[in-house]
């Protein structure tokens, strides 16, 4: 069975939405999901534009509001921001067996093409040591071992 994962950052523009694209094109083990606390309402055009150039398209993604996923179960919580790791709505936390972690990244948005793309590998680079350790048949306290290994 998949689990959830729900990247969440501040603007869900570009360290959220790269998590996500990274995940989805590196395995199919998890139905990955992105949202913001403050959603600025679109992806960021330098951060489709970094992705695109390492074979990643995410043009489609969309920039939502975390409440949009209220009702929607998730497995695993990642926050990318200290925004949205102090502002992360309760009601996630309620969610059954929920494992969250913190892996908190530079927010880039109006700097340099160059830090853009060494945000996307490092969080590139942070999703593969995810998935390298990751196992689908792990048990919910291994998952959640793996998860706090990683925070930032």
């Not at 969440?8 to 570009?14: G, S």
């Not at 998590?19 to 989805?24: Q, R, T, V, Y």
């Not at 949202?35 to 951060?47: E, R, S, T």
């Not at 494992?99 to 590139?124: A, Q, T």
Request: contains cysteine; neutral net charge.
């Amino acid at each position: 069975m998949k689990r959830s994962i729900l990247f969440l950052c501040t603007a869900n523009a570009i360290r959220s939405q790269m998590a996500k694209g990274w995940l989805e094109h590196l395995s199919s083990d998890f139905i990955a999901y992105s949202a913001g606390i403050l959603p600025n309402g679109q992806v960021d055009d330098l951060a489709v534009e970094v992705m695109r150039d390492v074979g990643i398209d995410i043009a489609s993604y969309r920039s939502q509001e975390i409440e949009t996923l209220r009702h929607t179960p998730i497995d695993i919580l990642i926050t990318m921001s200290s925004t949205a790791y102090r502002e992360c709505p309760s009601w996630l936390y309620s969610q059954p067996n929920l494992i969250s972690g913190h892996w908190g990244f530079e927010d880039v948005s109006g700097k340099s093409k160059s830090r853009y793309r060494r945000l996307r590998d490092e969080i590139g680079a942070h999703i593969c040591a995810f998935l390298a350790a990751y196992h689908p048949e792990q048990s919910p306290s291994e998952v959640a071992a793996l998860v706090r290994k990683l925070m930032r």
